[in-house]
């Protein structure tokens, strides 16, 4: 398969390949809204509710919150985990993944035994992902919840706090020099403009497929809020397929997107390597530990479920395979592996 250089991305505003496509999907926050009132109205509890910030501590994150920076290094790569936020789902985690049976919780529970809040609620992790070149250069995979205001504000626990956490690891906007969208919901790109419409990283080229952007209708918030004013800055590029967006495949390393649909229709994940090292940046192909447990049970809000799945047992299989680690969004430790699937679900 042929991988095309980042350089060979247009900016969709450029070449008018920004599709109007409509859609009859309702909007995800609708559909967890709709959630939120079959599960009792299950609160959202941000970490800034558990105890007041002691000195030098960044807004919205409390003394014993989980790390706000966890790394691991590839070869010539630091890839830095980045904590947005931590909350409860606003569903119960069985309406969340009607499929999966006691035996897929019980594997998941010894996976990520923090996903398990009282009774059926489900405990989560809303986390970005900077990979660093030498010379500071950075690429940043999705930008989070967002500032109160944002789209995730109706069930997420907002304010997010991504950019306190990147001046934490020494990362200013204007360093960012790519932001890979793994995909359009609201609760993966809410810091990647101000609610003003303004990129929030000046110069940095925003990543999206293709195939996300012509899925969306002229009215969804994701078009709306961030497809639209990146367009109008000339931020927005559209890769089509698997893209290499720096390095060779080399031992030297390189960062590659990696198509990954399902979740939605044009979803994307990032391959890391590095120092004969692989990590894969997974977005939301695997959104608990009850799919890393059991690939097959489906996500409710899984756009095209039978293809996720699909995505789904592709990666983890490539995992297993190649040793590779998953960097993930929303389990409750941000590095898993490297392991075998056999170990994992036994």
């Known amino acids: 398969m042929n991988d095309p250089t980042i350089s060979a991305a ?6 008018g390949t920004a599709a109007t496509a409509g859609s009859s999907a309702p909007g995800r926050r ?38 706000a920076v966890a790394v691991r290094r590839f070869g010539r790569y630091e890839v830095l985990a980045l904590l947005d936020a931590h909350g ?16 897929d ?25 900077a990979v660093r070149r030498p010379g500071g250069r950075v690429t940043l995979v999705d930008t989070g919840i ?25 990362i200013a906007p204007g360093d960012v020099e790519a932001v890979v969208l793994t995909h359009l919901h609201e609760d993966h790109y809410g810091w990647s403009v101000t609610p003003e419409g303004v990129p929030v990283f000046p110069n940095a080229r925003y990543l999206v497929q293709r195939a996300e952007v012509a899925a969306l209708g ?11 004013p990146l367009l109008r800055a000339g931020r927005l590029y559209e890769a089509d397929g698997r893209t290499v967006l720096s390095g060779r495949a080399r031992p030297g390393g390189a960062v590659t997107l990696l198509p990954t649909p399902g979740h939605t229709p044009g979803h ?22 009850v799919q890393l447990a059991s690939p097959a ?31 993930t969004a929303h389990l409750n430790r941000p590095f898993v592996g490297p392991w075998s699937v056999a170990e994992l679900t036994r």
Not at 48 to 55: D, K, M
Not at 105 to 129: M, Q, S, V
């Open 297 to 327: 049970v489906r996500y409710a809000h899984e756009a095209d479920p039978a293809t996720a799945r699909r995505s789904r047992e592709q990666l983890l299989d490539d995992a297993r395979r190649t040793g590779a680690v998953l960097a």
């Open 30 to 67: 609708r559909v967890l809204r709709g959630a939120l009132a079959l599960a009792g109205a299950v609160a959202l509890r941000p970490l800034a509710a558990a105890a007041a910030p002691a000195a030098g501590t960044p807004t919205g994150e409390a003394p014993s919150a989980p790390a």
């Open 105 to 129: 919780w019980e594997r998941a529970r010894r996976l990520d035994p923090a996903a398990f809040g009282t009774g059926d609620t489900w405990e989560l992790d809303f986390r970005c992902y």
């Open 10 to 15: 247009m900016p969709a505003g450029t070449a």
């Open 146 to 170: 967002g500032p109160v205001g944002s789209p995730a504000s109706g069930w997420a626990p907002v304010p997010g706090r991504l950019p306190a956490v990147l001046a934490r690891a020494g």
């Open 218 to 228: 002229p009215t969804r918030t994701a078009r709306t809020y961030v497809v639209e």
């Open 88 to 103: 409860t789902f606003p569903a119960t985690r069985q309406a969340a993944f009607p499929d999966a049976t006691a035996a």
């Open 268 to 289: 994307q994940s990032v391959l890391v390597e590095g120092g004969g090292e692989r990590l894969l940046v997974t977005g939301d192909v695997l959104v608990h530990a």
